[in-house]
């Protein structure tokens, strides 16, 4: 006796117009295609969900890498919806077009919707909203390529928000912590939690590039959330750890990208994406590192060099270019880089302080090594003395503490790329520009130009140069009609 046949129904597609891809998916099984454009299938009855069933669509013009294999991988699609097929009866299937969603992992059960957003293409950060009527809970998808903290917050502001921030800790777990926002400080942790720490959806993909990840849900009918309307989120997420990761209640640093979002659950069996209205100072950042590293990693190179090398080739012009590159070069691009900063801060934050290792060398730059230096320089030219037989000490701690900003420097900036998480290219084009600057320090001016030039008399000299004359008020420099004041160095 032969088997009973199984029942089924046939689908039939046709790509229209004649333009369009040679490929589409149902997320039901994996289907070889035959070249004609139109096609059909078919699905066991025992496959479909229901008389009336939801699917989803997708198109690309691109062809799969191997179009001879049923399971070739294939291009992110350009297009893309969702339908419902309602099983009528054997005579028929009826199609209608109900959505049209770009999502990457759609999930358009009529139990469940769906709503992602990315802060850009890199995934820097991502939150990925589902709401699942079946359980009666809403989990948020938290991830990051950053490596410090993130967060998402409730409303369009710190003041009052209900924020849930995430953390790597000592063990490379992660912690999560509920906090309550009071203006702009630190957000304060709540006492009374009411969310639950469980695994991703099916429906949600965790790229690789993720260095952090976290998901957690609470019951749909909170208090806090109202799922009648696109809800608004604020984000933040930050390259530098808490103080106490292995606390839940620990401090962390300011954050280093902020926005704000909306993510909409309202209608069950709809995927969207999120919207933005980013607040975030990117672009403030990004001149501030700019004008940072001419302030700390040009300028000071150069103005050493012409210190070092170039007194007797300049004359009097190498200590008005030397003093006045530090006073008004260095210090004017840092005044107007911590501007760019101060315009991005939040109000109430801790300046400087919250913002790490970085921020506290930053101070310390700004405003102690920066001005003993320029001090220095300036005690170094009133006690200079023309027929001075060597360098006396206190030149020479004017040298060490100059050197000894340089480094620091460096370091700021290394410190500064790492805290907002700027491609390792940066950190290799900084490094290959100090390496060619020390090249030129040791090519150029020790071995091409003899080395370093001090102002001190020579043996058997009455003054520091022999092409220099002495005038009744100063030095006059041979071909020279103009008189100088004596300078140091």
Known sequence: MKAARERSCRLTFRLWPPSLPRWFLLPLQSYKMPKSRLHSLFLPLRDMMSTSTQCVFALSSTPPSDPSSASSTFKRHSEEGSFSLTLRSATGIALSTTSNSPSASPSTIRTQAQSTYCYDASLTFCVVAVRDEVVRRVSFTMYSSYSGWMGIGTGSQMQGSIMFVAW????????????????????????????????????????????????????????????????????????????????????????????????????????????????????????????????????????????????????????????????????????????????????????????????????????????????????????????????????????????????AALVQLQLGLNTYGAPAWATVLLWVWVAVVLALFLGVGEMLWGGVVHHVAKAGSAYPFPAVRRGPVGLRYAGSTEMVPVLCG
């Not at 208090?223 to 292995?246: E, G, H, V």
């Not at 970085?358 to 001005?371: D, E, Q, S, T």
Request: proline share 6%; aromatic share 10%.
């Open 168 to 407: 790597k800790n000592s063990r490379g777990q992660m912690v999560l912590s509920q906090r309550a926002g009071s203006g702009h400080g630190t957000p304060y942790p709540i006492a009374t939690t009411f969310i639950q720490e469980i695994s991703p959806p099916s429906s949600v993909t965790l790229p690789v590039t993720a260095s952090m990840s976290v998901t957690f849900s609470l019951a749909s009918n909170n208090t806090i959330l109202s799922l009648s309307s696109a809800l608004p989120f604020i984000f933040a997420t930050s390259n530098i750890s808490p103080s106490f990761p292995d606390d839940p209640t620990s401090n962390f640093p300011q954050h280093t990208l902020k926005g704000t979002m909306s993510l909409d659950l309202s209608q069950l069996g709809s995927v969207s994406a999120g919207a933005s209205t980013n607040d975030d100072a990117g672009s403030l950042q990004l001149w501030h590192g700019i004008l940072m590293f001419f302030a700390w990693g040009v300028l000071p190179f150069a103005l050493i060099f012409i210190a070092r090398y170039l007194k007797t080739r300049l004359g009097h012009s190498w200590f008005r270019i030397h003093a006045g590159g530090f006073m008004l070069g260095v210090g004017g691009l840092t005044a107007l880089s911590l501007l760019l900063i101060e315009l991005q801060v939040s109000p109430g934050a801790q300046r400087f302080l919250d913002a790490g290792p970085h921020g506290v060398l930053g101070l310390v730059l700004c405003f102690v090594l920066l001005p003993t230096q320029v001090l220095l320089g300036v005690l170094c030219n009133i006690l200079y003395r023309t027929l001075r037989r060597d360098v006396p000490w206190w030149d020479q701690v004017h040298w060490w503490c100059g050197r000894g900003v340089v480094v």
